[in-house]
């Protein structure tokens, strides 16, 4: 296979800004791993950042230059070549680039640790042009012999490259879920008779991977749904289409099957469809005890035949002697058997969260100013907001100095006093060092009204000592929260190596939290993490790690996270009022998790 043989962004023929920004990354790569100078390659970078953070969309004013020009960074070869990717759908500089490239320069890149001139290395070099070339190489000890590699380094990318691999072609749930709302959306306008649409499978239980979606409805005309259904404008490939049931290729590469089900049995339907399979296994045999066969049209009496329907999923776990199991619960991790005990959790929503503890801002590496951010937190329903820019020591995200921290402490206190609707909250994500200290002084810490703390570097640690280097910065008074523990970015980059027991009972001595990171790239802490952490008495935040306006609502995927890992709103600090959550961050470390646990029981 050649370079020129790779795959071209999914969706360019629809000319995004999504797209044509990756477009333009893929070309720095390829320029960097040729060798070109660092003047052209960052042309071609910064350009497809500033495509990725414009307000309006590049196809609709590609034919006004003029409009184009006014652009950061914009010359006559950006335009013309924005212009070609709007007009034709592909670029010709890009491909015949591919062509003289080595085969699979970009895929390779994609693995953490593998950067253009390594990528290069590895494709003349050892002939690797694929990740499962690459982790062949990694386990027989010939990539190590590259220049600057190394054993250690190696097994590293294998780490990260397996975790790549294990996803395989599931999907993120940032990204299944606003495709399958888009779906859902653009189906009701053509089809305004249509009731009960709903998704169900794995994205109704919020699994942070999704393999395809399941879609369900009920209408008095459903073959009317199913042509409106497959002529949907997203709709790439019709992969089978039938009276009630039809399945179609988005134009994102995402799978969607839709039924139309009669109202009778929609919610038995939706129950089926939902899962797991080991749930719904479970649920079948308790009906089989009770002389039913349950179904995906309800529950037929063995003896009798009579099929019995229900209005609700809620009606179906009644009739089964238990109460309504949450959609995140039903994983067959022992919810049944707490239902039966009647100790199911009171699940967090995202009604409960008032606040947001994680953004940033242009002052590092955020896209928006202050202000505009304060906005957008308040649009997305915050009562509060804390701007935590990126320390010193992160100098790739623009990392403030502690002179430049005071400038900004100064002017969210001045913004704080001027807006309406939202309260600020000074604050910084501070990296941890590789020996646990801090990278500000504890002086500068102090004048903060939230300190997040977080692993940027020195991630290849071993597990005892990434376990003591969180433990040391735990211990100190100013830290109050641990940011995306484990680092991780899901499908291409492994977690950090740690003791997870040993941390959350850290947490717990010291009155440290531990943050449930809702970007959709991180959901770090994931499930089993959260439900551990629960059950050793940890309590959390739930911080969106925004860096743009947008991304406040990823808020839905933190909670999703939570409710799956059994969390409860007395567990999470940014549940409580603006004037309880400055009680709780006023009082010392030591009286923390008594605060919270006098809030979990006057709840």
């Not at 962004?9 to 320029?31: E, G, H, M, Q, Y």
Request: with cysteine; charged share 25%.
């Amino acid at each position: 296979m050649t370079q020129a043989e790779d795959a071209v962004p999914p969706s360019v023929k629809s000319a995004s800004n999504r797209d044509i920004a990756r477009v333009f990354t893929d070309i720095a790569t390829l320029l960097q791993a040729r060798g070109d100078t660092i003047f052209k390659t960052r042309a071609y970078s910064r350009a497809a950042d500033t495509i990725d953070n414009l307000q309006f969309e590049l196809a609709d004013a590609a034919d006004d230059e003029d409009r184009l020009r006014a652009i950061p960074g914009f010359g006559d070869a950006i335009v013309s070549k924005v212009q070609e990717l709007v007009r034709t759908g592909r670029l010709e500089f890009f491909e015949k680039l591919k062509a003289e490239m080595p085969a699979g320069i970009l895929e390779l890149t994609q693995v953490p640790g593998i950067g253009p001139k390594t990528a290069m290395r590895a494709a003349e070099g050892l002939g690797i042009h694929s990740r499962e070339q690459l982790a062949a190489s990694i386990e027989s000890g010939q990539f190590e012999q590259l220049p600057r590699m190394g054993k250690k380094a190696a097994q590293n990318i294998l780490r990260h490259l397996n975790t790549r691999m294990s996803q395989g072609e599931r999907i993120a749930i940032g990204t299944a879920l606003p495709e399958a709302e888009r779906v859902m959306a653009a189906l009701q306008a053509a089809c305004p008779g249509i009731r009960n649409l709903t998704y169900a499978g794995s994205l109704r239980r919020h699994r942070e991977t999704i393999g395809d979606v399941d879609m369900l409805c009920s209408a008095d005309d459903p073959g009317a749904v199913m042509d409106a259904f497959s002529s949907l404008t997203a709709v790439r490939n019709i992969m089978a289409k039938g009276e009630t049931k039809s399945m179609v290729v988005l134009d994102s590469g995402l799978q969607v099957d839709l039924r139309v089900v009669p109202d009778a049995a929609f919610a038995a339907t939706l129950l089926y469809f939902t899962g797991s399979k080991e749930h719904g296994i479970r649920l079948r045999d308790r009906a089989i005890n009770r002389g039913l066969s349950l179904n995906e049209y309800g529950a037929t009496d063995t003896a009798t035949g009579k099929t019995e329907t229900f209005t609700s999923e809620e009606q179906i776990y009644q009739r089964l002697g238990l109460p309504y199991i949450p959609p995140e619960l039903r994983e067959d991790s022992g919810e049944l058997a707490a239902a039966e005990r009647g100790e199911l959790p009171q699940l967090i929503t995202l009604a409960d969260v008032r606040g947001d503890l994680h953004s940033h801002t242009d002052w590092t590496d955020g896209r928006a100013y202050i202000e505009d951010m304060a906005n957008a937190a308040k649009d997305a329903g915050f009562e509060y907001l804390a701007v935590t820019d990126h320390s010193k020591s992160a100098t790739v995200a623009n990392g403030l100095s502690v002179e430049r921290l005071a400038e900004h402490n100064e002017a969210v206190r001045v913004l704080d006093n001027k807006l309406d609707g939202i309260h600020l909250l000074t604050g910084t994500e501070m990296d941890i060092l590789i020996d646990g200290k801090m990278d500000y002084p504890d002086d500068a810490l102090a004048e903060l009204d939230i300190v997040l703390g977080s692993i940027h570097s020195y991630m290849d640690q071993d597990r005892a000592t990434m376990t003591a280097r969180i433990i040391t910065a735990m211990q100190n008074e100013n830290l109050d929260i641990i940011a995306h523990l484990t680092t991780r970015l899901i499908g291409k980059r492994a977690p950090v190596e740690l003791d997870f027991d040993a941390i959350c009972k850290a947490a717990v001595e010291t009155g440290t939290v531990l943050e449930i990171n809702a970007s959709t790239q991180r959901l770090d802490l994931k499930d089993l993490h959260i439900r551990r952490a629960m059950d050793l008495g940890v309590i959390f935040s739930i911080g969106t790690d925004s860096h743009r306006m947008h991304q406040f609502v990823d808020a839905r995927y933190g909670v999703g996270m939570a409710r799956r890992g059994w969390c409860t709103p007395q567990r999470v600090i940014n549940t409580l009022s603006h004037a309880d959550f400055l009680r709780f961050v006023s009082t010392p470390k030591s009286g923390r998790y008594a605060f919270m646990d006098r809030y979990e029981h006057q709840s």
